[in-house]
């Protein structure tokens, strides 16, 4: 279909710089997210590659074809771009029917009668809509809405599409459900996603690659979902990710201490890091499930502060030092080992996983997500 | 493949230098015309003339009437706005909603109209209800006299009282019942209640009501033409039209009209900027969303009293003066007594069929009234989109001089384009029904855009961009999403225009010639030669015109409600 290349783009507002010096490329085919906070300026990534903003430099190029590019006072307008788009808010057009809305597109193609008849069908069907193609949107609930803006933006096979939080208006359930579909759509028509949320869970579900955006429009890392949840390239990113605890590390006496307390830490610090460990600046990233709780008197030793029942997870906050851990446990699997604590009891934590940072780094990245 | 697209100047520049030239042509020449003329003779500032002219004494009489005018209306219409938006949402007064629309009747009537009638019943001499009574007890002097500064007081405060009615009746309506009860429960009496925490709460929506009514009462010209002039008792927008009138429009007299216009915009503004002012300071957060149910007060003894009241009150301020008119209308001549003998239908057909004056007359409303509200429509649109929509660099540009209409009366926009039109930049316009045309333009403007902002601030900006996503162009979007949806806030505008431009009459009587007459000025100079019966005669045609566009008007906005 089509690849789309951005070449050192630049956009502001009122001289408040959104994007900076942008340069990215999305690949043919790929499904390709760009997560961050809300107002880190992805929306306008996406605005800019449909042609509804104009940056205030740089180049935007979609397949072969130069898009946008003020200093040479190229302009494309969107309806010359061969996208299709989903809003956020669906932008389900309220006075035409599920038929009429889905159809537009082929209109403007001015492709025939019988074929665009077929094609709206096809993609109505594609959503699973048959049947309700004779409804108004006020007729329909929010994820009806949603698929028939997808089905709207996919009926004309469009080089790219590009989606905007599509899924946040909906519940828990009917958003893996598009999720699921959506990936299934992706596969079955090899169409150019981008893809824009602040959810990271669903970039991790369906994208191929995944670009972190932090608040102030930097990109922080990009690459597949697995290396951005396994190998983040900072702070900002583990944290991003997903739950995180950050514990501040000293080095007294040949032994790695939580920093605040006499608990010595046994997970093994890798050699590039003992400068930084000896300088007192290191900190040590994991996640709540990578955390194994135990009895064991050689591991490191914390006190248990709240234990919250979560169903499937036991929540626990263990106080080590003046630090506080996070750790998620399976109810399950800690049933059967017979490893269910109570407020109050003297515990160990053993490291199943562990992620290295900079003490500076994790205090300023402090507050953004 | 597809090349590469040249962007020099796009449709959005274009269409905002078009809205602005419109609005610049229309709106803000005409006025700046008239500060121009106000303050500069020969291109020279000149402060001494305009001290002059405003201590003449007639025109210092004027300026004090139209204040005397607008503070009697303006307290007057508070107190009976509050009182009855009061009765009819916080009361158990009987058949409430009923009630309720029927005090909003008024505002349908125009009160030139209603003067005319209220002249018919109250003059001196040939009044009805004067005679009526003089026969009765046998009285040497009339007991009424409508004529006077009281009487213009009365009539405008019955014809003007709904603008603090409908705020506040909204606003009580709206009000959480649970700010009431807390005080209830801490205590305090329904009094107490009702003059610590109701009255202040409210005071932000009687204040807006009150200050429409000075603005709309300080440029009245209808009601002081009729019972005021007669007996020398000016305000400024007829003392403007005295003199134009007298002088055949000499350049004297259109000066010393701009110097007092310009007073009118000063005080129009002022009112203006009060008012959003405290609306804004006022926006506690007492007043929700969604209508509760506030307990009500129980009349009980005092219920039917109340009842009756109320109905006598829209008895004498609606009922009486239209069937006046009508009856008047049919009378073989002016002051006979109504009885069937002397009533006919002649003067009817005679106006409608017989007499080129007024048939003219109704003509001309017709034709330009629709030519006025359908171009207002379309430019108003077209400039709406343009502030709401566009991203454009010196749109506020078009923001304030979209406001600036709101502030304009009728007079001042009638005397700026005098000045615009009358041959000084190379068309002249005079005494063609054309200066009325763009008279009637700059003058409902303000609708226009009010109407099509609120329609197109209701539209989200995703449905016109999803339209151009799926490969729409720029006005293949505007023609396919946003007309369709905003079409119920055209129409509106269309109607909100039509219907008044049909029965004005402050702007085009300065502006009318020999063929131009309007309704409104049909009535008004029929009235002005004595011509009663006619004048009556025609004012029941305008009536029932205006009724039925009344109607017509809620047949469409409510279909259009029930198609989108």
């Known amino acids: ?369 | 493949m597809l090349g590469r697209y040249i962007k020099s100047v796009g449709i959005a520049e274009l269409l905002l230098a078009l809205s602005v030239l419109i609005l610049v042509v229309v709106v803000a020449v005409p006025v700046l015309l008239i500060v121009w003329t106000a303050l500069f003779v020969d291109g020279q500032l000149n402060i001494k003339d305009i001290v002059m002219v405003l201590s003449e004494p007639d025109t210092y009489e004027a300026l004090k009437n139209s204040l005397v005018i607008a503070g009697g209306v303006t307290f007057l219409s508070t107190i009976i706005g509050v009182f009855f938006a009061w009765l009819v949402s916080r009361t158990d007064l009987p058949f409430k909603n009923t009630m309720k629309l029927l005090f909003l009747i008024p505002f349908m009537l125009p009160s030139f109209i209603g003067a005319l009638a209220w002249k018919m019943l109250l003059s001196p001499r040939s009044g009805y209800v004067n005679k009526f009574l003089m026969n009765t007890f046998g009285l040497e002097d009339s007991p009424f006299d409508i004529y006077g500064l009281i009487g213009i007081i009365a009539v405008e405060t019955m014809y003007l009282f709904p603008f603090v009615f409908i705020q506040v009746s909204g606003a009580l309506e709206r009000m959480d019942p649970t700010l009431e009860e807390s005080a209830r429960i801490s205590g305090a009496g329904l009094l107490t209640i009702t003059r610590k925490i109701t009255l202040p709460l409210m005071l932000p929506s009687i204040v807006a009501g009150a200050l429409l009514v000075a603005l709309y009462s300080l440029a009245h010209f209808g009601v002081p033409a009729i019972l005021g002039t007669e007996v020398g008792i000016y305000n400024i927008p007829t003392k403007i039209y005295e003199r134009i009138y007298q002088s055949a429009g000499s350049f004297d007299a259109i000066r010393t009209g701009t110097i007092l216009s310009s007073i009118l915009v000063i005080s129009a503004g002022l009112i203006l900027y009060a008012q959003s002012f405290i609306l804004k300071a006022g926006r506690f957060q007492v007043i929700a969303g969604k209508s509760m149910r506030p307990t009500l007060l129980k009349l009980r003894g005092l219920k039917m009293p109340l009842l009756v009241l109320s109905i006598l009150y829209i008895a004498i301020t609606v009922i009486l003066p239209t069937v006046t008119i009508f009856m008047v209308g049919s009378l073989k001549t002016y002051g006979l007594e109504f009885n069937l003998e002397n009533m006919t239908l002649d003067n009817l057909t005679y106006i409608l069929f017989d007499w080129k004056m007024t048939k003219d007359a109704i003509w001309n409303s017709f034709y330009l009234s629709l030519a006025a509200a359908f171009v207002t429509m379309l430019v108003g649109t077209l400039i709406s989109y343009v502030i709401v929509k566009m991203k454009v660099r010196g749109k506020f540009i078009l923001e304030f001089l979209g406001v600036l209409p709101f502030s304009l009366p009728g007079t001042v926009i009638a005397l700026g384009v005098i000045l615009m039109w009358s041959g000084k930049f190379g068309i002249n316009l005079y005494n063609t029904a054309w200066i009325i045309f763009v008279a009637y333009v700059a003058r409902y403007m303000a609708f226009s855009l009010k109407s099509n902002s609120a329609a197109l601030e209701q539209v989200h900006d995703s449905l016109e961009e999803a339209a151009r996503a799926c490969g729409a162009t720029h006005w293949q979007a505007l023609k396919d999403i946003v007309i369709p949806l905003i079409k119920p806030g055209m129409v509106a505008a269309f109607f909100l225009i039509f219907l008044p431009a049909l029965r004005e009459l402050t702007t085009s009587v300065l502006l009318y010639g020999p063929t131009t007459r309007t309704i409104g000025v049909a009535i008004y100079t029929l009235n002005e030669d004595g011509e009663t019966v006619y004048a009556a005669a025609l004012a029941s045609i305008a009536l029932v015109i205006i009724v039925v566009g009344q109607l017509v008007i809620k047949r469409i906005t409510r279909s259009n409600v029930e198609g989108v």
């Open chain 1, 1 to 369: 279909m089509a690849s789309v290349r951005l070449e050192k783009v630049s956009k502001s507002y009122d001289k408040h710089p959104v994007i900076k010096d942008l340069s990215i490329t999305i690949n043919d085919g790929e499904c390709f997210t760009f997560l961050g906070p809300s107002g880190c300026g992805k929306t306008v990534i996406l605005r800019l590659i449909a042609g509804f903003e104009q940056p205030d430099s740089g180049k935007i190029i979609i397949g072969d074809t130069l898009v946008c590019c003020p200093d040479e006072h190229v302009f494309l307008p969107p309806e010359k771009r061969s996208i299709g788009v989903v809003f956020q808010d669906y932008a389900v057009w309220p006075h035409k029917t599920v038929y009429e809305n889905v159809v537009y597109p082929l209109k403007m193609q001015k492709v025939q009668k019988e074929e665009a008849d077929g094609r709206t069908m096809k993609s109505i069907a594609m959503v699973n809509l048959q049947t309700l193609e004779k409804r108004l949107p006020f007729q329909l609930s929010g994820g009806q809405q949603q698929r028939v803006a997808l089905a709207r933006a996919l009926v004309s096979g469009p080089a790219i599409m590009l989606l905007d939080e599509p899924l946040s208006n909906l519940d828990a359930n009917l958003r893996e459900e598009m999720r699921f579909e959506m990936k299934e759509l992706q596969k079955n028509t090899g169409v150019t996603i981008l893809y824009v949320t602040h959810d990271q869970e669903v970039a991790l579900a369906i994208s191929d690659r995944v670009a972190v955006m932090d608040k102030n429009g930097n990109i922080r890392q990009i690459g597949p979902p697995d290396e951005i949840y396994e190998k983040p390239a900072d702070s900002f990113v583990f944290k991003f990710m997903g739950v995180s605890n950050f514990i501040p590390l000293d080095y007294r006496d040949g032994k790695v201490y939580v920093r605040g307390s006499d608990s010595v830490m046994e997970y093994p610090v890798p050699k590039d890091q003992t400068d930084a460990l000896r300088e007192g600046s290191l900190v040590a990233g994991c996640r709540p499930q990578d955390i194994q709780l135990s009895t064991n008197e050689t591991h490191l030793r914390g006190l248990l502060k709240r234990a919250v029942y979560l169903g499937s997870t036991i929540d626990y906050r263990i106080a080590v030092g003046e630090t506080e851990i996070r750790v998620q446990q399976d109810i399950q699997e800690a049933l059967a080992e017979n490893r269910i604590y109570a407020e109050g009891d003297k515990i160990g934590l053993r490291f199943l996983d562990m992620k290295w940072f900079a003490r500076q780094e994790v205090d300023a990245g402090e507050g953004v997500s």
